[in-house]
């Protein structure tokens, strides 16, 4: 059955990917970036793949442009995927307040709030999927990702209530945590690192990122949209409130 699919930083990386695959599955992708060009580049990419998608600019930092993006957003949205994110790395004393408090608005208030906007109409038509893209950060901590991991560990505890008030309806909502994959947001990660460190990028994937992680290896797009693809099917109708690990076998220690 294809579906309205709804996914925010969805221009490039893990955003990018799952909307592709949504669209070659039949789904009707709306790809929301913070950057409206790169929006509908995105979504003319895959249409010109015989997809169907539309770009639009949301900022998901901004409450107020979430309320006035869904004025005029008339749509049913039966899927959404919140996977917009930015990163920050520094210890908190040297940590920006109002950098630390962007990380929060991106990746904790923005899912509450698009999730607010989306569940009338999914009550309405008794179906709904609430997927966020969260992190292996959102059960285990590591230095220096103070916000970071308060978002993510608050997106957790976010999809556990809204699964509560959610009960008596079609809707479900669940976390996605993946290990690190190599986006370009991890390969900033990777190069910052070797840089404060004084060693080389693979030494940071070798003895930093991966050290923890029994499989030793990157997550894959696909184990994502896997997952996710998983999440949005009617069998999965009872699987709400969790938080689904691809972690290589981390989160066993």
């Given at each position: 059955?294809?579906?309205?699919?709804?996914?925010?930083?969805?221009?490039?990386?893990?955003?990018?990917?799952?909307?592709?695959?949504?669209?070659?599955?039949?789904?009707?992708?709306?790809?929301?970036?913070?950057?409206?060009?790169?929006?509908?580049?995105?979504?003319?990419?895959?249409?010109?793949?015989?997809?169907?998608?539309?770009?639009?600019?949301?900022?998901?930092?901004?409450?107020?442009?979430?309320?006035?993006?869904?004025?005029?957003?008339?749509?049913?949205?039966?899927?959404?995927?919140?996977?917009?994110?930015?990163?920050?790395?520094?210890?908190?004393?040297?940590?920006?307040?109002?950098?630390?408090?962007?990380?929060?608005?991106?990746?904790?208030?923005?899912?509450?709030?698009?999730?607010?906007?989306?569940?009338?109409?999914?009550?309405?038509?008794?179906?709904?999927?609430?997927?966020?893209?969260?992190?292996?950060?959102?059960?285990?901590?590591?230095?220096y990702k103070s916000a970071y991991i308060a978002a993510k560990h608050g997106l957790i505890g976010f999809t556990k209530t809204m699964a509560l008030e959610t009960g008596d309806a079609n809707i479900t909502i669940n976390t996605v945590c993946p290990a690190y994959v190599k986006t370009p947001l991890v390969e900033q990660q990777i190069a910052s690192q070797a840089k404060e460190h004084g060693i080389s990028e693979q030494q940071v994937i070798d003895t930093i990122m991966l050290a923890p992680m029994p499989k030793?290896?990157?997550?894959?797009?696909?184990?994502?949209?896997?997952?996710?693809?998983?999440?949005?099917?009617?069998?999965?109708?009872?699987?709400?409130?969790?938080?689904?690990?691809?972690?290589?076998?981390?989160?066993?220690?």
């Amino acid at each position: 059955m294809s579906q309205n699919v709804l996914i925010t930083g969805a221009a490039s990386g893990i955003g990018f990917y799952i909307a592709e695959q949504l669209a070659r599955a039949g789904h009707t992708i709306i790809v929301t970036d913070l950057n409206e060009q790169q929006a509908q580049q995105a979504a003319q990419k895959i249409v010109n793949q015989g997809g169907n998608a539309h770009g639009y600019a949301l900022n998901v930092a901004d409450s107020q442009a979430i309320e006035d993006f869904f004025s005029t957003f008339t749509q049913p949205v039966d899927v959404l995927i919140n996977n917009a994110g930015i990163q920050h790395v520094a210890k908190l004393e040297d940590f920006p307040a109002d950098k630390w408090l962007l990380l929060q608005q991106v990746m904790l208030v923005g899912p509450a709030m698009m999730s607010k906007a989306v569940l009338p109409r999914m009550r309405e038509q008794n179906f709904g999927r609430i997927i966020n893209i969260g992190s292996i950060h959102a059960m285990v901590a590591s230095k220096y990702k103070s916000a970071y991991i308060a978002a993510k560990h608050g997106l957790i505890g976010f999809t556990k209530t809204m699964a509560l008030e959610t009960g008596d309806a079609n809707i479900t909502i669940n976390t996605v945590c993946p290990a690190y994959v190599k986006t370009p947001l991890v390969e900033q990660q990777i190069a910052s690192q070797a840089k404060e460190h004084g060693i080389s990028e693979q030494q940071v994937i070798d003895t930093i990122m991966l050290a923890p992680m029994p499989k030793k290896a990157f997550i894959g797009l696909d184990e994502i949209h896997h997952t996710v693809t998983f999440l949005m099917a009617d069998a999965a109708r009872n699987i709400t409130a969790q938080a689904i690990a691809i972690d290589g076998g981390w989160t066993a220690q």
